[in-house]
């Protein structure tokens, strides 16, 4: 059968992959890859920590890492791409798998394929109609991860994640990575969370701060639950120099989001399991974008303009805090659609925390729901006079740079492409790629 659909797979897309998958849902099984496996998982950041990585290893000397960089990251996907690069006996020849995957496929996928590292970022609510409550999701990450005993690289500031840690007691190979408090973490907690209770005995979670969402530093004050060696840790993050430190190595990145800091840590975590170099890893974070709609940046005569997908209220949050970090006037172009793979169900934009808005002088919606998040942000007790609906992709993006302040756009999942598009045919090819 791998034979059959391997001969077709390639330039077929996702239909092999699919094909294949419906006939049998063992057929991971038939692949045999002679290189380690490493996944990522999370609600957000998946996507930028995998091509990240991935680049990481590339420059450190591997040719053939095998990823999926479009995010292609469910059952069916996973099996398209190993469809793509195996043998005609289902043998895959490479220094690396780097593979994204979605949280609900984990445990049917490494049940089949032998993994070696799991990278978990964060647990958000997302596209409920898809994966059903958090809880759920977190539950079916934790059953594979009680018998399994690879690599596991968990935030250990999110209690979410944190809590697989505690899956399997055998495992010796559970490593935490934490981001030291930023100038922006809060005393309370504004955005929407998930985690506020202990994942052990179910008493109240304390924090110190919240760097974003239920991401912070936190405690049980009833079994102790939070103490956990770290692996990995960036210090003294300086937003504006756009530094910071790890193992006592100073480091320049692109973007010093928070949001960003955390994917980075991530990646930081593994490129020091795999002894990649200090130096591949420094020039690596000065310099790589994954530009694909993730903090992309594009620029048009005087004016930037940063790009963000958001799937859910914490990616679009991460956004407007961006957004308000940034000094002088600011305008927003917000695309949101309601396509099948968007979920159809658009209520997620009501745990926007718009009222937080700093100096924010338009808003331009746009997308097949324009007028539904034109109405939320009213609703925060934003100007409506200021707010803007351009339900065409093209109107809006002319809208948004008839103004003079510093732009910022949000898309949802199938609004991204659509909206780099209409960006790029607005600037005409002029783009800033580094
Ligand atoms: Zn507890």
New binding site residues.
């Given amino acids: 059968m791998v034979r059959v659909l391997r001969m077709m797979g390639k330039n077929a897309g996702n239909l092999p992959g699919l094909a294949l998958w419906t006939l049998n849902k063992k057929c991971l099984k038939a692949f045999r890859p002679d290189c380690p496996i490493i996944a990522v998982t999370g609600t957000n950041g998946k996507t930028s920590v995998t091509n990240f990585l991935s680049y990481i290893f590339s420059k450190s000397g591997c040719k053939n890492i095998i990823t999926n960089y479009e995010g292609n990251n469910l059952d069916t996907g996973i099996c398209s791409l190993l469809l793509n690069y195996c043998t005609m006996t289902g043998k895959i020849h490479a220094d690396y798998l780097v593979l994204e995957v979605d949280e609900s496929h984990v445990p049917v996928i490494f049940s089949q394929l032998k993994l070696e590292t799991l990278i978990v970022l964060n647990f958000f609510r997302d596209q409920l109609d898809r994966n059903g409550e958090v809880e759920t999701l977190i539950l079916k990450v934790k059953k594979f991860c009680e018998t399994f005993d690879g690599n596991l690289i968990l935030n250990g500031d999110d209690p979410n994640v944190a809590r697989l840690g505690l899956a399997n007691p055998g495992n010796k190979k559970v490593k935490y990575f934490s981001v030291e408090r930023y100038k922006y973490a809060t005393e309370t907690l504004y955005e929407a969370g998930e985690g506020r209770f ?6 109240a ?1 304390e924090y110190d701060y919240y760097q974003y969402s239920h991401i912070g530093k936190f405690r ?6 939070g103490n956990y060696p770290v692996y990995a840790r960036f210090t003294g993050i300086d937003p504006d120099k756009r530094t910071f430190t790890a193992d006592g190595g100073k480091y320049t990145t692109v973007c010093s989001s928070i949001y960003y800091m955390y994917n980075l840590c991530a990646v930081y975590s593994a490129a020091k399991l795999y002894g990649i170099d200090k130096e591949i890893i420094r020039k690596a974070f000065r310099s790589f974008r994954v530009n694909n709609g993730r903090l992309e940046s594009f620029r048009y005569k005087n004016s930037e303009l940063i790009l963000n997908l958001a799937k859910n209220p914490v990616g679009a949050n991460m956004t407007v805090r961006i957004m308000n970090e940034c000094p002088g006037k600011k305008e927003l172009l917000f695309v949101l659609n309601d396509n099948t793979a968007d979920g159809l169900d658009v209520s997620w934009i009501w745990d926007i925390n718009f009222s937080i808005f700093n100096n924010v002088s338009k808003v331009v919606a746009s997308g097949t729901r324009a007028y539904d998040i034109a109405v939320r942000i009213k609703c925060s007790g934003y100007d409506a006079s200021k707010i803007k609906v351009r339900p065409d992709l093209d109107d809006a993006v002319k809208e948004l740079f008839s103004g003079e302040g510093k732009k910022f756009a949000i898309a949802n999942y199938t609004a991204v492409q659509p909206a780099r598009a209409a960006l790029n045919r607005f600037i005409g090819g002029v783009r800033d790629e580094k």
């Fill in positions: 202990c994942p052990v005995c179910g008493h979670l049980c004050p009833k079994c102790g639950y």
